[in-house]
């Protein structure tokens, strides 16, 4: 079975700063990584996916992040945050080929302050 | 597109009651899914179904059921309810096969067991 660890439950960034949200998953098979973000009071929408290919990601709102298979890590970065950013973001994976099952982290809660 | 609708969006019940969960999808998706979201846990799975006329357990299926009405629909039960199921249920639909495809997520059903 897989599972996700996301080392921290609150991250709290100055406005224009650099973020690191970190997340870790074990998996004895390949696998599927996703970043999901939750806007308050809304559902989850997707940043950004690692399927195959090349290992830096990048998605939405200027958020990347890197498959590191040896680390078994898929940070997500972003080299300037704003306010609007203030979300809790969810490392989310799935085992590659016919498992439809999504396992969530327990998020990390980002915290951009004037 | 209204992309994926949840009824009701607040509920209240007391314990022994029961209830039913709509969710609706306009994208022509074949999987279909159903979670809970509690402070600190993430989203953990309750059932899903993979295509039109199957359903599987998820992490947490238990005192819940399903039904895949159609492509478009798929419910969520509640037989007695009881206050450990007070959450945040998001139903979500996927546009890919084989667990790659992104998940696109309702506004969620804020339930509160009295």
């Known amino acids: 079975a897989q599972s996700v660890t996301q080392l921290d439950s609150q991250v709290p960034v100055f406005e224009e700063a650099p973020v690191e949200l970190r997340c870790n998953y074990s998996?004895?098979?390949?696998?599927?990584l996703f970043w999901y973000v939750q806007y308050p009071n809304q559902g989850l929408q997707l940043l950004l996916k690692?399927?195959?290919?090349?290992?830096l990601v990048k998605g939405i709102n200027g958020f990347e992040a890197e498959f590191n298979k040896s680390q078994t890590s898929f940070h997500l970065r972003k080299p300037s945050v704003h306010i609007s950013d203030t979300a809790e973001y969810f490392c989310a994976v799935t085992r590659g080929g016919s498992n439809y099952k999504l396992t969530f982290g327990k998020g990390t809660l980002l915290t951009v302050n004037p | 597109n209204a992309g994926v609708t949840q009824t009701p969006k607040f509920q209240v019940l007391k314990t022994g009651q029961s209830m039913t969960l709509q969710c609706a999808q306009d994208m022509n998706h074949n999987s279909m899914y159903w979670y809970r979201q509690d402070p600190g846990m993430g989203l953990r799975l309750i059932y899903y179904s993979a295509s039109e006329g199957t359903t599987d357990k998820g992490e947490v299926p238990n005192g819940y059921n399903v039904s895949r009405l159609n492509k478009r629909e798929f419910s969520l039960r509640l037989e007695s309810a009881a206050p450990s199921q007070t959450s945040v249920y998001f139903c979500?639909?996927?546009?890919?096969?084989?667990?790659?495809?992104?998940?696109?997520f309702g506004p969620g059903t804020r339930l509160t067991v009295l």
């Open positions: 979500a639909s996927s546009d890919g096969l084989a667990g790659g495809g992104t998940q696109y």
């Open positions: 998996s004895s098979v390949s696998v599927y």
């Open positions: 690692y399927l195959s290919g090349s290992t």
